[in-house]
């Protein structure tokens, strides 16, 4: 099979609510092929046969008859190419938004691990070119009336001439079969390793200023070209696959073109069939080769949409969600049992058993690496405990305010209404944009921002949402002097009926705002006090 039942399905699934104008599309081709294969070569014959025999008026009816039925016929396929776009375009936003979904429900390690270019690259150019599938069915479509139409002409006008064309498609069967295979894993390589390389790709972009101060072009390149060559490679070999396959089955095609236009010029010179059905003859094996061309040539886009619709398929399959944890019943708002964590031979967290109580303002510190972000992203959810588990109680809310943190496209208070609505809090936002001095930052874009009034961004963010635990990693990192003390004391009121656990490296300054600490020693080892 060059397409699996499973990847069959798929894409019937994603073409399903298209069917209205994929109906209308498959019937536009449809006519056009019918209109193609079989009038043209019919209306070669009579016209040719009209005027062996000095009939002027028949081959005069014809003749306007046929520049009529060419013209609609352009006009169809005028009609036809944009009907395709636009079920192209409707297609692959459809899979974009789509896979935006199923990139919401991953674990957060596996886009921290993988980075945005490659997911950039997964939802953007890989549903581009699944949408490609809507081109796949029209060839099939095409190249089916006109082999069926062709073909039935082409008897019509000689069978026994037509036998010799159709010996040759069990062969071009096996052909397929022989590469599909091939081309469809090779399709997979290629995008997966695309995918790998603009995450390359951006962070090449990003470090801009570093490589600028220090002088990098050289390497930066170098990282690129090298990270260039997997996908190059597998493009490569993806053509040579799919060339070789091409020009075996052409070559076989042409002589079966031959052949018939031999065994046709021999039945004319024994009086067997008229000019008139040669000419006619040799335009339907025209068509009739044509479109097996085409379905032969389709067939290495096949194998490679197999390998797009086996990666869109993955990439979209349900997974258990890891927060099922938190359904498990808790005494305390949350809870950690023995709970185990490390990146590779870094231990971060080792047996740590904690409970965190509805009031608790919880102090976390500890040196530059040893773990506190990774132990705030395990609290939240983002990271799952390698040992032991972590437990949210039930009906209990949690707001994070993490590093790295990002608004939604569009400008901060775009980002502020859209936050007030799904919360219900509008006079909240209002007094948070207001005691943390964010007038001015409204219309701007959350990147044009300073630092620090990013930071208070995620302050307001997270505050904005109505929880039962509040995490932050470094509120005041990068606040001025003056409006630290305000800024704790801002968080201390939003928050007095709730948990807060917050890392600050200033801590010991503000202990008087918390009543526990945690203490991070980074071999694993964590002090509670
Ligand atoms: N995805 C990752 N893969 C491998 N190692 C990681 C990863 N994320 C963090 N680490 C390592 O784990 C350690 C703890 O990182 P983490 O960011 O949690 O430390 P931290 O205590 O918050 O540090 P800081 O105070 O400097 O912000 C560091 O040595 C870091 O290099």
Known sequence: ???????????????????????????????????????????????????SEGDVQTFIYLAVGVTF??????????????????????LHQNLTVEMAE?????????????????????????????????????????????????????????????????VIVPFLYFLAHRFSGKISSCTERLHETEAQFKSILNKAIDSFKYVKTHSLINQAQHRIEEGITEPLDARYKNTKIAAMYQSISSVFLSYAELSVLIAAG???????????SLFALTRAFGMIVGAVQ?????????????GLLER???FTQKVESPQGASEIAAHSELELHNVGFSYGDKQILKDVSLNVNHDDKILISGGNGVGKSTFLNLLAGFYQPQQGRITLAKDKEMSTALYPFQFLPGTVKENFNTLSLKWDSSG??????????????????????????????????????????????????NIDDQSKENILGLIERYTKKAAVLMIMHEGNNFKDK?????DLKGDGKVTVS
């Open 1 to 51: 099979m060059i397409i699996s039942k499973e990847n069959l399905s798929t894409a019937a699934d994603i073409l399903k609510p298209h069917h209205k104008k994929l109906g209308l599309l498959f019937f536009l081709t449809a006519i056009q092929a019918v209109m193609f294969s079989a009038i043209d070569p019919l209306a070669m014959k009579f016209l040719i046969d009209a005027l």
């Open 312 to 314: 869109y398929r993955v």
């Open 266 to 276: 021999i039945q004319v010179i024994l009086g067997a069939i008229t000019i008139g």
């Open 428 to 477: 909240r936002a209002e007094a948070l944009i207001n005691e943390l001095g964010l007038q001015e930052c409204l219309d701007v874009n959350y990147d044009d921002l300073s630092e620090g009034q990013k930071k208070k961004c995620q302050i307001a963010a997270c505050l904005l949402k109505p929880a039962n635990i509040y995490v932050l990693d470094e509120p005041l990192a």
């Open 102 to 166: 199923s990139l919401y429900n991953k674990p957060y390690e596996e886009i921290a691990e993988k980075g945005r270019g490659y997911f950039t690259s997964r939802l953007h150019d890989e549903a581009r070119q699944l949408s490609g599938v809507v081109d796949v069915c029209t060839t099939l479509i095409s190249g089916f009336f006109v082999s069926v139409i062709g073909l039935s002409v082409a008897i019509w006008l000689s069978w026994e001439i037509t036998l010799a064309l159709v």
């Open 294 to 306: 085409q379905l032969s040539s389709v067939i290495p886009h096949i194998a490679a949409l197999n």
């Open 69 to 90: 039925i060419a013209t609609f016929g352009r006009v169809l396929i005028y009609y036809t190419a944009l009907t395709s776009q636009k079920i192209k375009n409707d």
């Open 514 to 518: 918390f009543t526990r600490f945690i």
